[in-house]
């Protein structure tokens, strides 16, 4: 079955650097689409950044963009988010989705809409502080 584990969460303070992973299995990694996104308790869930080789584009947010880099690996079916100059405000639950069927008209460009997307992961907690 698709699973997506995710890894690399923390603490850290403003300004510094986290790089997130996400692990994926159960599916052809190289033909879906895998997007990043957060949650604050409260609050609906914000689609961060994402990438489509299919169609080969990602995608980001204007909130993390020049700040956050998408990428992928499909020989170890790992999809990462590099996050640089954190801010407190990027404090969030952060998780990891797959939209096994992309279409042009839903990922081109990849797609920041979580109803898009089929499976999510469990999420690995980010947290900054000023």
């Known amino acids: 079955q698709v699973q997506l584990v995710e890894s690399g969460g923390g603490s850290v303070q403003a300004g510094g650097s986290l790089r997130l992973s996400c692990v994926a299995s159960?599916?052809?990694?190289?033909?879906?689409?895998m997007g990043w996104f957060r949650q604050t308790p409260g609050q609906d869930r914000e689609g961060v950044a994402a990438?489509?080789?299919?169609?080969?584009?990602?995608h980001y947010a204007d909130a993390v963009k020049g700040r956050f880099g998408i990428f992928q690996d499909n020989a170890k079916t790992a999809v990462y988010l590099q996050m640089n100059s954190l801010k407190p405000e990027d404090t969030a639950m952060y998780s990891c989705?797959?939209?096994?069927?992309?279409?042009?008209?839903?990922?081109?460009?990849?797609?920041?809409?979580?109803?898009?997307?089929?499976?999510w992961g469990q999420g690995t907690q980010v947290t900054v502080s000023s």
């Open positions: 990438i489509c080789t299919a169609f080969g584009r990602s």
């Open positions: 989705a797959v939209d096994l069927d992309p279409t042009p008209d839903t990922q081109n460009p990849p797609a920041l809409d979580a109803p898009v997307y089929n499976y």
């Open positions: 159960g599916f052809t990694f190289g033909r879906a689409c």
